[in-house]
């Protein structure tokens, strides 16, 4: 089966695995951004693991979004670089029957602190549930 790459950092499979996986996004942005205010031209790059390790049958850890990134703006003083979103959760198959190729999975993750509310950094949870079947 192979794992989704349409947006490989927010789409998880519901199989219990285990492998460790690079990902590299680069980015060009336009010399001009219309109504948008942002300096023309630039790039940015990502470099993330995303991680899975099977811990039994039906339960596995998943580190999804780890990883660092640089982003280059064609003007001085808006460039940055440093680690993104931190992810990790766990993943449990709730509904497994082999014989008829059906799963359903459930995982919990927690992203770094990304939020700043009323003055304090506030940690982002995603409850997701996943299945899939195999259709013949």
Same mark, same amino acid.
């Given at each position: 089966?192979? %794992?989704?790459?349409?947006? %490989?950092?927010?789409?998880?499979? =519901?199989?219990?695995?285990?492998?460790?996986?690079?990902?590299?996004? !680069? !980015?060009?942005?336009?010399?001009?951004?219309?109504?948008?205010?942002?300096?023309? &031209?630039?790039? +940015?790059?990502?470099?993330?693991?995303?991680?899975?390790?099977?811990?039994?049958?039906?339960? &596995?850890?998943? +580190?999804?979004? @780890?990883?660092?990134?640089?982003? $280059?703006?064609?003007?001085?003083?808006?460039? $940055? @670089?440093?680690?993104?979103?931190?992810?990790?959760?766990?993943?449990?198959?709730?509904?497994?029957? =082999?014989?008829?190729?059906?799963?359903?999975? +459930? $995982?919990?993750?927690?992203?770094?602190?990304?939020?700043?509310?009323?003055?304090?950094?506030?940690?982002? !949870? !995603?409850?997701?549930?996943? &299945?899939?079947?195999?259709?013949?």
């Amino acid at each position: 089966m192979c %794992p989704p790459m349409s947006n %490989p950092l927010l789409n998880e499979m =519901p199989y219990i695995t285990t492998e460790a996986r690079l990902v590299f996004i !680069h !980015h060009s942005f336009p010399s001009t951004t219309p109504g948008l205010g942002l300096p023309g &031209g630039g790039n +940015a790059n990502s470099l993330t693991l995303q991680l899975r390790i099977a811990l039994t049958e039906r339960l &596995g850890f998943i +580190a999804n979004k @780890d990883g660092y990134a640089d982003v $280059d703006f064609n003007a001085p003083g808006l460039s $940055d @670089d440093g680690f993104a979103n931190i992810a990790f959760g766990f993943k449990y198959a709730l509904y497994s029957n =082999p014989e008829n190729e059906t799963l359903v999975t +459930a $995982d919990w993750t927690s992203q770094g602190w990304i939020f700043l509310v009323a003055g304090q950094w506030r940690r982002v !949870h !995603h409850p997701i549930y996943l &299945g899939c079947e195999y259709l013949r």
